[in-house]
């Protein structure tokens, strides 16, 4: 390549028009999930404090932003549920009814909103009495065990209508568990999206507390979720998971993990999607309501990233927004 001045590399950069001509990666509405949390309380919304922007949904407020997603153009919604406290128990029972909060949940996007694609988070964590994934015993979480609990609650979540399960427990052979359980029942359209790639993360926090979970976890859940400093494991991880009959698979959580989104996209070339969880959400926000950064622009440069790194979808609860801004 010839040296400067006949080479300039701002001469591409002068102007929108050939800036967009030469731009290398786009984000469009199309990359977007949204994020939600449903709630079984009386009251049509409750604010997340953690996480300013972001509320709990009764059922007629879920439909009402179930309509807004479809209208503009945001191709599938993330629930997650919070239930009453009183409905939590050491096995996560609540997680198996059919006329739970998640089943109604479901019916209701379908009902509002035909067109956006419906997914459903697979752990016991927000039915739980210990806010563990999985079934507990003596201080251990027991894997098989889990797994057929997992079972249950993907079957009932399919029945109602959901397009993927998504098991985000970490529990080791429970795709392959689930996959069998889905063509058994004639659920063989349903689609999994495996976290399979889900590390023991401090940027949980603030989703916790959207959950109801974080008051009442019992230590921590580094026997089953991934040790942050390894990338060699999520490789394996993910090998699993296809091998088992997995459609999709998640890096969780997202920029502190772009390395891991990028490995993945690239060894596998399988769609790899990554969520932007609440602790990258809430620091975006706090940050910008003190005026240290433009909020709006940190939100879709952090977007950008994820499709730089080869994310083929981003669960955010940025998705509205970003969706808004996106669409002009």
């Not at 067109?115 to 979480?141: Q, S």
């Not at 019992?218 to 490789?235: C, F, R, S």
């Not at 999709?248 to 769609?271: A, N, W």
Request: glycine share 8%; charged share 25%; aromatic share 6%.
């Amino acid at each position: 390549m010839s040296a400067f001045p006949a080479t300039r590399m701002r001469r591409l950069r002068q102007a929108d028009w050939s800036r967009r001509l030469v731009r290398e990666n786009t984000l469009t509405v199309d990359d977007l999930v949204w994020a939600v949390v449903v709630s079984d309380s009386a009251d049509p919304t409750e604010p997340v404090a953690a996480m300013p922007g972001v509320e709990r949904l009764g059922l007629k407020a879920m439909a009402d932003a179930a309509r807004r997603a479809e209208a503009l153009g945001i191709p599938a919604m993330a629930v997650f549920p919070h239930i009453d406290p009183a409905r939590k128990d050491e096995e996560g029972k609540e997680a198996f009814n059919r006329d739970g909060l998640v089943p109604n949940a479901i019916r209701t996007i379908k009902d509002a909103a035909p067109n956006v694609g419906v997914i459903c988070d697979v752990a016991l964590d927000p039915f739980t009495t210990h806010g563990h994934d999985g079934v507990l015993k003596d201080r251990m979480i027991l894997n098989d065990e889990t797994v057929t609990s997992l079972i249950r609650q993907s079957l009932v979540q399919a029945e109602a209508g959901c397009d993927v399960i998504a098991p985000s427990d970490m529990m080791d052979g429970r795709i392959g568990a689930i996959r069998d359980a889905l063509e058994d029942s004639g659920f063989s359209n349903t689609m999994i999206l495996s976290y399979a790639a889900k590390y023991a993360s401090g940027f949980y926090g603030p989703y916790r507390e959207a959950i109801g979970s974080g008051a009442v976890l019992q230590g921590d859940k580094k026997t089953y979720q991934m040790d942050p400093a390894n990338t060699e494991e999520a490789l394996r991880e993910v090998a699993l998971d296809l091998d088992e009959g997995a459609d999709m698979v998640m890096v969780k959580p997202g920029l502190p993990y772009l390395d891991i989104v990028r490995r993945v996209s690239e060894t596998f070339g399988v769609p790899t999607l990554a969520f932007q969880v609440s602790g990258e959400y809430a620091m975006i926000e706090a940050a910008a309501a003190n005026g240290w950064i433009d909020g709006d622009r940190v939100m879709m440069e952090s977007l950008m990233a994820f499709k730089r790194a080869g994310a083929a979808g981003i669960l955010t609860y940025f998705a509205p927004r970003a969706a808004e801004a996106l669409n002009g």
